[in-house]
C-alpha cells in the first residue's frame, strides 16, 4: 500500500524580475522520510523552501499537507500546521539566554520555569545537550544551532526543514545532529534537508530532488547514487576535480609574532599569543570550530583591529598600526565570513561593491574620482571568470542567492593579484561544482607565488588545498603541521586544544 504524502507539491512556480526561481516544481514528502532538496547556487532551493514555510506567495501550483490545501500566508501559519524551520544563518540575540530566545520564537510562550523544565526534558529526549540559562553569547556555533533546533522541537512539527545545517558543525556535532535527525525520523516527523555536503546526503537521506535552473532535472537515492554522480546531476555536465601543482614554497611573505589582541564583541575571542610563518606559494589552512578566534584573526590580519608594533610583518615591513586600505595597496587582502554586511553591502550594487575592495589595485577612482566604466568592468570580470548568476553588475548585492554572493566576493579578491590571501569559510553555502572552481582559484593563485591563509570549518576542504593545517583552540593556534597525511583524529585532537606530543601520539 502506497503511504500518502505529508506534503506534495503540484507545479510550483515562483519568478522574480530578470530570474525564474522555480519553475513548475513537483514533488512529495512522505511522514518519516528524509527527503534531500539538492541543486546549485541559484537552483532555486531556498525559493521553494520559502513558498512551503510561509515567507513567499507562489505565482502558481498547489501544496497539499496530509492531503488538505496548504497555501500559508506567514510562518505563523506555516508553524501551526507543523512545519518548522532552521535557517542557514541563526537568528538569535547574543545578551539573551537560551530559554529567553526560545521563548522570543513561540507564539505563546509558557512562563520562564516552565518552559526552561521543557528546554531540558527536550534537550535529553533528542541528545542535544543544553541548559537553559546559559548566555546564547558564551554558546558555539554548534550550541547555537541546538537552540533553533529545540525551538522547533517544542512546536512538534511535522515537517523539519533545514538548510545547509552542518556548515558551522565539527565532525562530532554533525554525529550528534544525525542521530537526533535520525530519531525524529524514526519517530514519524519528515525532514527537507539542503546542503552541498554530498556525503552526508548519502549517509543521512532517504531520497532526494535535484533542481537546475529552477526545474526539477531528476530523483535519485542518495544511499546508491555516488557523490560524483549527484553533483554532475546538479550541474548538468562533468565535475573537475582541484588539481594540485606541488610547488616548492618560496620566501616568507608573513610572520606573525607573539599576535594578542582583544575580542572587538563582548562575546568574541580574544587572540593569544599567535606565532606563525606563511611563505609564498604555500596554502596555511586554519581549522577550527566557530568562535575560536577564526573571525578576529582575521580583522588583525586585514587591518581591520591594530595589533602592536612587531607582532605582525608583511614582507619584512611592520604592518601592524595600518589600517585595510594601505594594507590592501601593499597586496594583503581578505575575504571575511559574513557575506551580507561585512564582505559587501547589501543594498550596493555588484559594480559598487566591487569598488569598495578593488579601487586602489584596479586603479578604479584615479585621483580621487571615481571611474564607474572601470568599476562596472571589474564587476563584469568578476561575474564572467567566477560564473556568478546575476541579471547583471547592475543589480544589489542583496538579490543574489548566498553562494552566487559568495562567488562573487572571493573572484572579486583573486583577481586583484594579492601577494597574501586571507580567507575564512571561502566555499561556505556554496555548491559542489562552485566550490571546485574557487578552489582551484586558490590553488592557482598559489601555483602564481601567492602565498594564502584559508580559515575554514570544512574540513575536507582544508585537506583538499592545504600545504599545512594548524588549529584555532581558545584563540590558540597549534604548531603547523603537514596536511598530508594527518588523520581524522588528530585533527579532532588539535581542533579541542590538544597540541605536540598528545597528538603525535594518536
Not at 513548475?24 to 537552483?43: F, T
Not at 498547489?62 to 506567514?74: C, K, S
Amino acid at each position: 500500500m502506497t503511504q500518502t504524502p505529508l506534503l506534495h507539491l503540484t507545479g510550483l512556480s515562483k519568478a522574480y524580475p530578470g530570474v525564474v526561481a522555480n519553475d513548475d516544481v513537483s514533488l512529495s514528502i512522505a511522514p518519516g522520510e528524509v527527503h534531500a532538496l539538492l541543486g546549485e547556487n541559484g537552483a532555486g532551493k531556498s525559493t521553494l523552501v520559502k513558498m512551503i514555510y510561509g515567507l513567499v506567495k507562489p505565482d502558481a501550483g498547489t501544496m497539499l499537507m496530509r492531503g488538505a490545501p496548504f497555501a500559508p500566508p506567514e510562518p505563523r501559519a506555516a508553524r501551526a500546521a507543523g512545519v518548522g524551520m532552521v535557517f542557514q544563518h541563526f537568528s538569535l540575540f547574543d545578551a539573551l539566554s537560551v530559554a529567553e530566545n526560545i521563548a522570543l520564537g513561540m507564539e505563546n510562550a509558557p512562563k520562564m520555569r516552565a518552559l526552561s523544565q521543557q528546554i531540558r526534558e527536550v534537550s535529553d529526549t533528542y541528545g542535544l545537550p543544553l541548559a537553559p540559562d546559559r548566555v546564547v553569547g558564551d554558546l558555539s556555533a554548534g550550541e547555537r544551532q541546538r537552540v533553533e533546533i529545540i525551538r522547533c522541537l517544542l512546536q512538534e512539527p511535522k515537517l523539519l526543514i533545514m538548510d545547509e545545517p552542518t556548515s558551522v558543525l565539527t565532525p562530532q556535532e554533525v554525529e550528534i545532529l544525525f542521530k537526533t535527525l535520525r530519531k525524529l525520523s524514526g519517530e514519524g516527523t519528515a525532514i527537507l534537508y539542503i546542503s552541498h555536503k554530498l556525503d552526508e546526503i548519502r549517509a543521512l537521506c532517504d531520497a532526494a530532488t535535484i533542481l537546475r535552473l529552477g526545474k526539477v532535472v531528476g530523483h535519485c537515492t542518495p544511499a546508491e547514487t555516488s557523490a560524483r554522480d549527484m553533483a554532475e546531476m546538479m550541474v548538468g555536465s562533468a565535475l573537475k576535480t582541484p588539481i594540485r601543482a606541488g610547488k616548492t614554497p618560496g620566501d616568507v611573505v608573513l610572520t606573525l609574532a607573539g599576535l594578542s589582541a582583544p575580542s572587538p564583541s563582548a562575546f568574541g575571542m580574544p587572540l593569544r599569543d599567535i606565532s606563525v610563518e606563511v611563505r609564498r606559494g604555500e596554502i596555511l589552512g586554519i581549522g577550527g570550530v566557530a568562535g575560536n578566534g577564526q573571525d578576529e584573526l582575521l580583522s588583525a590580519l586585514s587591518g581591520e583591529v591594530l595589533s602592536p608594533v612587531g607582532m605582525v610583518t608583511f614582507e619584512g615591513r611592520d604592518v601592524g598600526q595600518l589600517g585595510p586600505t594601505p594594507r590592501r595597496k601593499m597586496g594583503m587582502l581578505s575575504a571575511p565570513e559574513e557575506r551580507l554586511g561585512h564582505a559587501a553591502a547589501p543594498e550596493m550594487s555588484l559594480t559598487e561593491n566591487a569598488l569598495l575592495t578593488g579601487a586602489a589595485r584596479e586603479n578604479l577612482d584615479p585621483r580621487g574620482v571615481i571611474n564607474w566604466g572601470a568599476a562596472q568592468r571589474f564587476a563584469q570580470k568578476i561575474i564572467e571568470r567566477f560564473d556568478v548568476r546575476t541579471p547583471g553588475p547592475h543589480n544589489a548585492a542583496r538579490s543574489l542567492s548566498g553562494g552566487n554572493l559568495q562567488k562573487f566576493v572571493i573572484g572579486r579578491e583573486v583577481l586583484q593579484r594579492p601577494d597574501l590571501l586571507v580567507v575564512n569559510q571561502p566555499t561556505w553555502g556554496v555548491d559542489a561544482s562552485a566550490a571546485a572552481s574557487i578552489r582551484q582559484a586558490l590553488l592557482d593563485l598559489a601555483e602564481g607565488g601567492t602565498a594564502l591563509i584559508v580559515i575554514s570549518q570544512d574540513l575536507d576542504e582544508l585537506m583538499e588545498i592545504s600545504d599545512r593545517f594548524a588549529a584555532l583552540n581558545e584563540g590558540r593556534l597549534s604548531e603547523p603541521r603537514a596536511a598530508q597525511g594527518l588523520s581524522v583524529e588528530e585533527i579532532g585532537l588539535m581542533m579541542g586544544g590538544a597540541h605536540g606530543m598528545e597528538v603525535a601520539h594518536v
